[in-house]
């Protein structure tokens, strides 16, 4: 459903990606791993059309991602961001209730307010979060209304930019579920970015390893162990010893 | 440095200038279709007007106050080297009115606005916040942008005629308890001379200024660069661009309205 075919950018004298391959099928949950600073984020940019491929071509569905029109092609999708990226002159609910407050979507506020703290529910917060500013929540916490706000319209496709990271393992395990969840009931299209292994193992289908600019290993999650790729080894077993310098 | 070197150093910076009026030019122009086309965002619009008007007030009529009791002061010591210190009510409501009144409050509003602005759109930008917006089906120029400048554009030229107001009070203030001037000759002589469109004049300055603060601040925001640094790139090119363009429109402005 999602295709990426020969993807170049580079951001002036850097070249972050160099040629990246790699498609999702419906109803899959692709995990997207590799070290920091590699372009993983960039890589799911690009799909959303907020970063602009030098080369190459995007498509979802079959329809190239730069002539799609945009209203209708971003109300397909629902993205986490890395940071949270959370409207700090907005309350919490409204935050994650945005969508449904403006546009083809809106609806009317107090039902837009109550899918908002149902939603908050569902990656562990409680209602009393509802009324607060982003700025009063720790960064664990801004994470998960991040998350809220990413599955509040129930997307066809979601984006989650380390969804975990900065969570504790508790936490962690609950969003593991809530993302296998999505993909498995609601027959969602997941693309995630991690870091951490467990929830590698938690939530994919299939694995992509984004390095050097290109993806190095991909394929289903149950031949992961098994792949003899040495970079993928390294990474999966966390060595500082291999292929992949530890100086980047 | 060689001579084409410094040529080229020179070309360079032309070239670059030019390339900034032609995008300032462009962000300009994509603002403004954006009023013609739904969605709207009113709340925000009442926002940006209670943040860009009401709460500028007070910094734009203390200035305005003290520089027409400044002005008060100077055009009596000036004018009694002629015996001339009648004219202080008519050239302090004529120099507000016209000049002080837009000038000083639109780069006030430029210092205290498209700071601001430029801050506020500046993190939102490095924090990913304008990369969410439109994942969320919001376009940022009609969200973020179209209501800063257009009340920007509705709310400079009221400060204006409000400053002038406080303006002509500050002087007439001066020239009463300072200077002996009789109260109702004072405010005789003032409405005497002023003209209205010495008023609208300045009102379509303060419009015209209102619109380079807001869209300084924007656009500056929307291009900051990453990090702390980026945002404090951002607010100072905002303050120090609009600053400068408010002048230089101001010399324009000046010279289409009232060269003969
Ligand atoms: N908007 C940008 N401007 C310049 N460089 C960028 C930008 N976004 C990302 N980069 C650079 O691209 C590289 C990859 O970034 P990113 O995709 O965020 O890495 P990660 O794989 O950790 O998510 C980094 O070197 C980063 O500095
Ligand atoms: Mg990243």
């Known amino acids: 459903m999602i295709s990426l075919s020969k993807v170049f950018k580079s951001f002036g004298p850097i070249d972050v990606l160099q040629g990246v391959d790699l498609s999702i099928e419906r109803g899959k949950s692709m995990v997207i791993i590799g070290g920091s600073g590699t372009g993983k984020s960039v890589c799911l940019k690009c799909v959303l059309g907020l970063i602009k491929p030098d080369q190459g071509l995007i498509t979802v569905d079959g329809q190239d991602v730069q002539t799609a029109e945009r209203e209708a092609f971003l109300a397909r999708f629902g993205m986490l961001f890395q940071g949270g990226a959370l409207f700090d002159s907005l309350p919490v609910w409204q935050n994650v209730a945005f969508r449904l407050m403006r546009g083809s979507l809106k609806r009317p506020k107090e039902e837009a307010r109550d899918i908002a703290i149902e939603k908050l529910r569902r990656v562990g917060l409680k209602p009393e979060v509802a009324d607060k500013f982003p700025a009063e929540l720790s960064g664990g916490m801004q994470k998960r209304v991040g998350l809220a706000r990413a599955i509040a319209a129930d997307p066809e496709i979601i984006f989650f930019d380390e969804p975990t990271t900065g969570l504790d393992p508790i936490m962690s395990g609950v969003i593991n579920d809530l993302i296998r969840e999505i993909v498995v009931e609601m027959g969602a299209t997941a693309m995630t970015i991690t870091h951490d292994m467990t929830s590698v193992r938690a939530i994919a289908d299939d694995i992509a390893m984004l390095h050097n600019g290109v993806i190095q290993w991909t394929g289903p999650v149950a031949d992961m162990d098994q792949s003899g790729d040495p970079y993928l080894d390294q990474f999966i077993h966390g060595r500082a010893e291999g292929p992949i310098e530890a100086v980047r | ?260």
């Open chain 2, 1 to 260: 440095m060689n001579f084409i070197g410094m040529l080229a150093h020179l070309g360079r910076t032309v070239m670059a200038l030019l390339a900034a009026i032609g995008r300032i030019t462009l962000f300009a122009l994509n603002t403004v279709k954006h009023l013609f086309s739904p969605p709207f965002y009113g709340k925000e619009l009442f926002a940006a007007l209670v943040q860009i008007g009401w709460l500028s007030l007070p910094v734009v009529g203390l200035t305005a106050f003290f520089t027409g009791g400044a002005l008060a002061l100077q055009i009596y010591a000036g004018g009694a080297r002629f015996n001339a210190e009648s004219v202080v009510p008519s050239i302090v409501a004529i120099g507000m009115a016209r000049e002080l009144g837009p000038v000083l409050g639109g780069l006030m509003v430029a210092a205290r606005v498209s700071s601001s602005i430029a801050a506020e759109i500046g993190t939102m930008k490095v924090t990913e916040q304008i990369d969410a917006l439109v994942t969320l089906s919001t376009n940022p120029m009609k969200y973020l942008t179209l209501p800063r400048v257009l009340a920007a554009t509705l709310a400079v030229p009221i400060l204006v005629a409000v400053g002038d107001a406080i303006g002509i009070m500050g002087g007439y203030i001066v020239g009463t308890e300072r200077l002996g001037f009789n109260a109702a000759a004072y405010l005789k002589n003032t409405v005497d001379f002023l003209t209205l469109a010495d008023i609208t004049s300045g009102m379509v300055k303060g419009a015209v200024f209102g619109f380079i603060v807001a869209l300084m601040g924007c656009y500056f925001g929307m291009n900051s660069g990453r990090g702390a640094q980026g945002v404090g790139r951002a607010t100072k090119s905002a303050v120090v661009t609009s600053s400068v363009m408010i002048l230089a429109a101001n010399y324009i402005l000046t010279e289409a309205f009232f060269s003969a």
